[in-house]
Every structure is written in structure tokens, then in C-alpha cells.
């Protein structure tokens, strides 16, 4: 299922903002463009306003982009964002239910941001089982956002915000990065790579073996 905005309306109305994504979008960036492949197709899960699609689309002109959100709303916004931007490798948006089946055969890379630990576990878990159908050998998946370390401290803002997801929904919640690799591992991916991010977040990028 695809969502547009209809020609006659106000695409201005429909965008969202998010405030994160200006302070992040370039630290997330310098390694999306040591991480990513030259060119192909990259799917990114729950894209939420739309703003990380346009500015990562834009500087990475030889890789198409796909944006998703399981959100009515969310995508509207991606599709004003994209329309004001005009870029003719960003795709249409398209719905998608990370813990349900993927509307998409293919892709040479998978973004999620932030999603991890502001939904149930079950999200995850399709993040590997449909990436393990999706991507080839040697393909990204990268995912970014705050996550609890075994052998690391965490950080003291860490805790209060995971404590605040829980009493939000107790299906959410910070996740520790041993049980996210645990299930990387199960689905076919190794763990390459864990960047510190700024604000205590963390990148990490697996690749299907």
C-alpha cells in the first residue's frame, strides 16, 4: 500500500517535525556513508516524520530510498517531505509493520531508527526475519538508538528515559545490545560494527552472512 498527498492539498499541513532529527541526522549520516553500499536500494524501517528519508536521499544521490512507517499519519508526512524535496531517488512511502510480513521483495540495505526500543519486541524480530529474506550476502542492516551494554555502565539518562518507555507501554523499553545481537545471530546476521553515537546512542550495523 502506497500514500500520497492528493495534488490539491496543503502538503505544508501534513508535515511533522522532529526536533532529534537535526541534532543526529549528520553523526548518522558520516557512518551510513562508510556503511552503505555504493548503489542499490535502501529500505527504511518506521521513518517517522520523513526528515531522515529527504536529508540522507540527498546526500547519497546513487542509492534509492525507500521510506516506511506503520503510521496513517506518519507516512502523509514523509510524503510531504518528499514532495516538497522533489528528489528523484526517494521513493513513495509505503506501509509497513515491522512485526508483520513486508511489503517489499528486495533490498540492498535496511535502516531503522529509533524504533527498537519504542516498540514491542516482536518488531525486532521481523527487523532479522525480513531482512534475512530481503538482503544478500554481505548486506546492512543498521540500526540506531539508545541500548543497555552488559560490560558498560549505563548512562544515568538512559535509565530514567527506558523507565519512562515501560510506564508508557510495558512492551517497550531500552534493549540490552547482547539479546538484539543474540537474535541477529539467530537470523543469519553477524554484528560488524558498534559506533557511539552522541547523546549515549549507539549505531550498530549487522551484515547478513
Not at 556513508?33 to 528519508?53: F, I, N, T
Not at 503510521?71 to 512511502?93: F, T, Y
Not at 528486495?106 to 531482512?131: K, Y
Request: contains cysteine; glycine residues 6%.
Amino acid at each position: 500500500m502506497t500514500v500520497w498527498i492528493p495534488s490539491e492539498a496543503d502538503g505544508e499541513a501534513y508535515k511533522r517535525y522532529a526536533p532529534a532529527t537535526l541534532r543526529n541526522r549528520d553523526a548518522i549520516l558520516a557512518v551510513l556513508r562508510e556503511a552503505l553500499p555504493a548503489s542499490g536500494l535502501v529500505l527504511e524501517v518506521a521513518s517517522g516524520s520523513g526528515e531522515h528519508a529527504v536529508h540522507f536521499a540527498a546526500a547519497l544521490p546513487a542509492l534509492d530510498w525507500q521510506p516506511s512507517d506503520p503510521d496513517l499519519v506518519a507516512l502523509a508526512s514523509i510524503e510531504a517531505w518528499r514532495g516538497e524535496a522533489g528528489l528523484p531517488n526517494l521513493r513513495v512511502p509505503i506501509l509497513l509493520d515491522a512485526a508483520a510480513d513486508w511489503p517489499i521483495d528486495r533490498a540492498d540495505a535496511i535502516l531503522c531508527i529509533n524504533m527498537v526500543h519504542i516498540s514491542p519486541w516482536e518488531a525486532t524480530v521481523g527487523l532479522f526475519t525480513q531482512g534475512a529474506r530481503l538482503l544478500p550476502a554481505d548486506a546492512p542492516l543498521i540500526l540506531y538508538g539508545p541500548y543497555f551494554q552488559a560490560d558498560v555502565a549505563p548512562a544515568p539518562s538512559n535509565v530514567e528515559f527506558d523507565a519512562s518507555l515501560r510506564a508508557r507501554d510495558p512492551r517497550w523499553g531500552i534493549r540490552a545490545l547482547e539479546d538484539v545481537a543474540a537474535l541477529a545471530t539467530a537470523q543469519g546476521f553477524a554484528l560488524d560494527r558498534v559506533q557511539a553515537m552522541p547523546a549515549n546512542n549507539l549505531t550498530l550495523i549487522f551484515r547478513r552472512s
